[in-house]
């Protein structure tokens, strides 16, 4: 569950995000949708606890990231868009390393780890130097850390970047699977297709305010269309439509 | 704790596996060239400090108090390094690396995230610092006959300071982080480093340390020193080390142990204080250093259509490669201080040839003038080397992730890798050129070693600049946070080595006849046919070697480059 009040964050004299109220229940996949500078990454960090608001409060599953970082964190699984990973350990080193930080204890660990590693295709690769790895393959193996510790929430910031069609069929099945034992996503994309397909409610930045928000139903009614994909319904309220 | 050393392990795991690394064979040869650079450097101190101690020890009444005093110069210098070191680590480990993101997101207090990049960050800035300080304290073990309780107390009171050095950085930079985004600091920090150098180099040039070689000279220095025998102030971190390891050579344990305690209790204290005020401070600092602020010198907007017509004739990719390098290139805040430290050392380095006391010697002056000049010509591509491999070997690297601009534009690597060059070559040629000249006017030399000396660094500069580019594209790293470091990289190692090796070669070739025609003007003969054979014979030889370190590193660089992945 996530809560967002007044979420602000300003760079200098630039408004990157303009007091965001948003509300994800358990279980929920909440796709996040803008152009370029829109304030997708910077509202995904805040909610992350990577980033400080300039103001506002964030509340990922009851508990604040203001007063309890550490808590909240502990229940989020957090998938960075350019993942940065220590490119001389090995796959299994780095969920190691992962598991110590979330407090997987040794005896689920093996197995766990196991699975995940085999079910994105990186078991055979789990004692390479992750320097080794392709762009697509870390990206696997960050996902794979990040539901390591069994998270309540996951938040991803485009979780198809870089990873093949199978990849993408991958995260598409289990980013459903977990919603379906009630975690909730927070999930930020460019890829309209894979939002409209996902997501239970999809809402939409633009130059840091929240312009619309529910589902792709609902968006075409706030963009006062009577048909048309996600697409056309963004490029509508986006005001690039002749773009 | 638990979760420290969890942050701690990566680091740990690297450099474990290092070993297994891809480029493994690569790395060691590195390791094993710099464990030599390194072994020579340490030797080379100890052999000074042993030779200078035991002459303090013939120095009656005076030899101890010049010792201590010596001892106390070197521990505050090694405390400013430190301090130095530190800031600059401390604010990359803090707030700038490319884990911190995924760091920060992970559940973990920030007092701790702070203590294990702090660890690791005081480690990283004081290793080098304690171990080329062990010379020193070994010159002093040995002269002064100390125990194993000198040695043990030495090793005790560097860790202290190296732990009061590194707290007092943190504190400083997290303190300073909540007002100024990392990066400004950062590039204060360099520049300030740069000027306190830069100063302390003109300060002990100037006062001329080779006038102490004259008696009289000396005399003042002992009646200066003797005046100065006061100690330190007692709130120093240096004045404890100084007092405990004065205490321990002069066998008083007690004493020793006791400013031990004082240095201990003190690196203590700071690192709670640290850790509590990070706690406190530290996200705050972070988050900041994610934004980016305003530019201290505003951009110049609108005058590119004035420069476009200026230049318009060298339009296309090439020209806009060479644009984009040069404003990247000035641009980039940390290439100031660096430049500014250049220029520093240009002005010392020709000064140190309008005091050179060719007078006082033996030899005849107009001998040594010219002898000078040759050495010049090698000392000068010396210094060109090293600013090369400064600024011209990570010049492919710096394009970082980047790359894949080059690789997709409208341009052979063949042309980019040309263009490089050319960016940097009439830089290099100028300054290498005035360097020459300059000291050459300042030795008063003969008509011919000015000839000789500028054409032969006009030949050399453009195989230097080329083995930097060359070798640089044939070992790049477009993943290195920091580019300036890839000259330390096994490629990096090579071109040092081999640009080394060319300008000897030439130095040799070119010395034989030189002298041979030095010495037929000195007694007034003319050179036989066979001098004339040598020395055009030599001379060709020079002009094709240069033309070669010219054109082959660039076609190696274009090779390697295009076959990476």
């Known amino acids: 569950m996530i809560e967002l009040k007044n979420l602000t964050k300003r760079f200098g004299n630039t408004l990157a995000v303009d007091r965001l109220n948003l509300s994800v229940a358990k279980g929920e996949i909440f796709g996040f949708i803008g152009p370029n500078g829109a304030g997708k990454t910077t509202t995904i960090r805040m909610l992350a606890g990577v980033l400080a608001p300039s103001e506002g409060e964030v509340s990922v599953n009851g508990i604040s990231m203001a007063a309890e970082p550490v808590a909240a964190k502990r229940s989020i699984g957090f998938i960075p868009d350019r993942p940065f990973l220590y490119e001389k350990l090995t ?62 929430t996951i938040i991803v910031d485009e979780p198809m970047v870089g990873l093949d069609p199978a990849g993408i069929r991958l995260v598409k099945d289990l980013l459903r699977e977990q919603a379906r034992q009630g975690v909730t996503i927070f999930m930020s994309t460019h890829t309209l297709s894979i939002a409209e397909d996902l997501c239970d409610r999809i809402g939409v930045i633009h130059r840091g305010r929240l312009i619309a928000t529910g589902t792709t139903g609902d968006l075409r009614g706030t963009a006062l269309l009577a048909e048309g994909d996600l697409e056309e319904v963004f490029l509508r309220l986006t005001g690039q439509e002749g773009a | 704790m638990r979760e420290v050393l969890a942050l701690l392990r990566p680091r740990l795991l690297s450099f474990r596996n290092g070993g297994a690394a891809q480029n493994a064979g ?58 130095f070191s530190s800031i600059i680590t401390s604010l990359s480990k803090l707030y700038l690396s490319r884990d911190l993101i995924l760091v920060h997101s992970l559940p973990v207090p920030r007092g701790r995230i702070f203590l294990a990049r702090w660890l690791e960050s005081a480690v990283d800035s004081s290793w080098m610092v304690v171990v080329f300080s062990l010379p020193v304290f070994l010159s ?62 003109m300060s002990f040039r100037l006062l001329r340390p080779e006038r102490l070689v004259n008696p009289e000279a000396f005399s003042t220095l002992i ?11 007692p709130l120093l971190p240096t004045t404890w080390a100084v007092d405990s390891l004065n205490a321990a050579l002069a066998g008083l344990r007690g004493e020793a142990l006791f400013h031990l305690a004082l240095s201990w209790s003190c690196a203590a204290a700071l690192a709670y204080i640290g850790v509590w005020t990070a706690a406190a401070i530290y996200f705050r ?51 100031w201080p660096q430049l500014f430290l250049i220029g520093g050392l240009i002005v010392i380095y020709l000064y140190n040839f309008s005091v050179l006391p060719l007078g006082g010697s033996p030899l005849r002056t107009i001998y040594l003038q010219n002898l000078f000049s040759f050495l010049n010509m090698g000392l000068a591509a010396f210094v060109l080397t090293a600013i090369a491999a400064r600024f011209v070997y990570p010049a492919v690297s710096c394009e970082g992730d980047a790359f894949w601009i080059v690789r997709a534009a409208p341009i052979s690597l063949k042309a980019f890798l040309w263009v490089k060059f050319a960016v940097y070559y009439l830089p290099l040629l100028v300054m290498a050129e005035t360097l020459i000249v300059a000291s050459n ?112 590193p660039m076609r190696f660089g274009e090779r390697r480059l295009r076959e990476q992945r």
């Open chain 1, 91 to 152: 796959g299994m080193e780095f969920m190691r390393f992962s598991a110590d930080l979330y407090g997987v204890g040794d005896g689920s660990f093996r197995q766990k780890a196991g699975g995940l590693l085999a079910r994105f295709s990186l078991h055979d690769w789990a004692d390479e130097l992750i320097e080794a790895y392709s762009h697509g393959m870390r990206q696997r193996l960050v996902i794979a850390a990040a539901l390591l510790h069994d998270p309540r």
């Open chain 2, 26 to 83: 690569n790395r060691r040869i590195r390791y094993f060239l710099f464990a030599l650079i390194g072994a020579g450097f340490w030797a080379g101190a100890f052999a000074i400090f042993y030779r200078v101690l035991i002459y303090f020890q013939g120095v009656e009444e005076f030899g101890d108090i010049l010792a201590r005093k010596l001892l106390s110069m070197v521990l505050v210098t090694f405390f400013t390094l430190l301090i």
């Open chain 2, 140 to 201: 002093y073990g040995i002269v002064y006959h100390a125990g194993p309780f000198f040695y043990l107390t030495a090793g005790m009171s560097l860790l202290s300071l190296c732990l009061i050095a590194a707290a007092l950085s943190g504190l400083a930079v997290v303190t300073a982080a909540v007002l100024l985004p990392a990066g400004r600091i950062r590039t204060a920090a360099v520049f300030l480093g740069a000027v306190l150098i830069l100063a302390l180099i």
């Open chain 2, 223 to 233: 009646v200066y020193l003797r005046a100065m025998e006061t100690p330190g102030s």
């Open chain 2, 285 to 335: 600092g972070y988050s900041k250093a994610q934004t980016s602020s305003a530019r201290p010198l505003a951009l110049r907007i609108g005058s590119g259509g004035r420069r476009r017509r200026l230049f318009r004739r060298f339009a296309g990719p090439a020209w806009a490669f060479a644009a984009k390098e040069a404003r990247v290139f000035f641009r980039d805040q940390t290439q």
């Open chain 2, 441 to 552: 006017v300042l030795l008063e030399v003969a008509p011919f070693m000015m000839a000789v000396s500028a054409a032969t660094v006009f030949l050399m500069v453009p195989g230097v600049v080329a083995m930097g580019v060359g070798f640089g594209a044939a070992y790049p790293d477009f993943r290195s946070e920091n580019p300036a470091q890839s000259v330390t990289s096994f490629g990096g190692m090579m071109f040092m080595l081999l640009a080394a090796g060319f300008i000897a070669l030439v130095i040799v070739l070119e010395a034989g006849p030189v002298y041979q025609v030095f010495m037929a003007d000195f007694r007034g003969r003319s050179l036989t046919g066979l001098q004339w054979a040598w020395l055009g014979g030599s001379f060709a030889l020079v002009v094709v070697l240069c033309v070669l370190a010219a054109i082959l």
